[in-house]
């Protein structure tokens, strides 16, 4: 059985991540940190100047991480010096808190990505042979998410742009107003949030009077609590290093 922690064990991510645990018999949830550890959960809680007694006393296989990118930055280095694996499912990290990972994961294996669904990983995977076969095709991205969501565009939308750029050079128009006629070069990044939706993303390409549309939308955000917990089993058995939710993908 593999053993984990998970890093925001009360927000809405952490209580599925826990959820989605307790369904499975492979895994199993020790403990959890969050800022608010008085919490109800369903594992023993520790507040995050506590993040080093946790892992010391539990010693997880890995540890999940949903939260925001300082609290994710100080967990990367507090498990590098205990040499925990960590799955990190933050969005939002900024260029600077991004090399502060990276150099995590010279000592304990760190996997980081914006989605943990495997319809995803399909979708990044469809689009390059669409790109390639519709060249000079107008591209636009559209992404939908629940209200409460901080970062837009979401790391999911900013992971297909990274995908559309390694086939096109492009400009990105995030969103138009008022006389605003389409550029050659150029994809439209649309952001939209509402209720309690989980996630949806769009990527069209159109021309030649047709539209091919290559979406996916989450359900429940249990889809990607088990893509995290099928990313921390399989890291748990790596090598320190930096490695990708496609990883685990390609090799399962």
Same mark, same amino acid.
């Given at each position: 059985?593999?053993?984990?922690?998970?890093?925001?064990?009360a927000?809405?991510?952490?209580?599925?991540?826990?959820? @989605?645990?307790?369904?499975?018999?492979d895994?199993g =949830?020790?403990f959890?940190?969050?800022v608010?550890a008085?919490?109800?959960t369903a594992v023993?809680?520790?507040?995050p100047?506590?993040?080093?007694?946790?892992?010391a006393?539990?010693?997880p296989d &890995?540890?999940?991480?949903f $939260?925001v990118p300082?609290s994710t930055?100080?967990? &990367?280095e507090?498990c590098?010096?205990?040499g925990?694996?960590?799955?990190?499912g933050t969005?939002?990290v900024d260029e600077d808190?991004l090399?502060l990972l990276?150099e995590a994961? %010279?000592a304990?294996p760190l996997?980081? #990505?914006?989605?943990?669904?495997r319809?995803?990983?399909g979708?990044?995977?469809?689009?390059?042979?669409a790109?390639?076969a519709? #060249?000079g095709?107008?591209?636009? =991205?559209?992404? $939908?998410?629940?209200n409460?969501k901080r970062? #837009?565009?979401?790391g999911?939308a900013k $992971?297909?742009l990274?995908?559309i750029r390694?086939?096109?050079?492009?400009?990105t128009?995030?969103g138009?107003?008022?006389?605003q006629?389409?550029?050659e070069?150029?994809v439209?990044?649309?952001?939209?949030?509402?209720? /309690?939706?989980?996630? %949806?993303?769009e990527?069209?390409?159109a021309?030649n009077?047709?539209v091919?549309?290559?979406?996916h939308?989450?359900e429940d955000?249990? =889809?990607f609590? &088990?893509g995290?917990?099928? &990313?921390?089993?399989w890291l748990?058995?790596q090598?320190?290093?930096?490695? @990708?939710?496609? /990883?685990?993908?390609?090799e399962?």
């Amino acid at each position: 059985m593999t053993t984990l922690g998970v890093n925001g064990a009360a927000g809405r991510m952490g209580r599925t991540v826990i959820e @989605t645990a307790g369904q499975r018999e492979d895994v199993g =949830v020790a403990f959890g940190i969050d800022v608010n550890a008085d919490a109800d959960t369903a594992v023993p809680l520790y507040a995050p100047e506590d993040t080093d007694d946790a892992l010391a006393e539990h010693d997880p296989d &890995a540890v999940i991480d949903f $939260t925001v990118p300082d609290s994710t930055v100080a967990l &990367a280095e507090a498990c590098a010096d205990a040499g925990v694996a960590l799955v990190v499912g933050t969005t939002g990290v900024d260029e600077d808190q991004l090399s502060l990972l990276q150099e995590a994961s %010279e000592a304990t294996p760190l996997l980081k #990505a914006t989605n943990f669904s495997r319809g995803i990983q399909g979708l990044l995977r469809a689009l390059g042979p669409a790109l390639e076969a519709l #060249a000079g095709y107008d591209v636009e =991205v559209m992404e $939908t998410h629940h209200n409460q969501k901080r970062d #837009a565009p979401s790391g999911t939308a900013k $992971t297909i742009l990274d995908e559309i750029r390694e086939h096109r050079d492009f400009e990105t128009v995030h969103g138009r107003e008022g006389i605003q006629p389409r550029e050659e070069d150029e994809v439209g990044m649309l952001v939209r949030r509402a209720g /309690d939706i989980r996630g %949806e993303h769009e990527v069209i390409l159109a021309d030649n009077d047709e539209v091919l549309s290559i979406s996916h939308r989450a359900e429940d955000r249990a =889809v990607f609590a &088990a893509g995290a917990i099928d &990313a921390a089993v399989w890291l748990a058995n790596q090598n320190p290093g930096w490695y @990708t939710f496609g /990883d685990v993908i390609d090799e399962s």
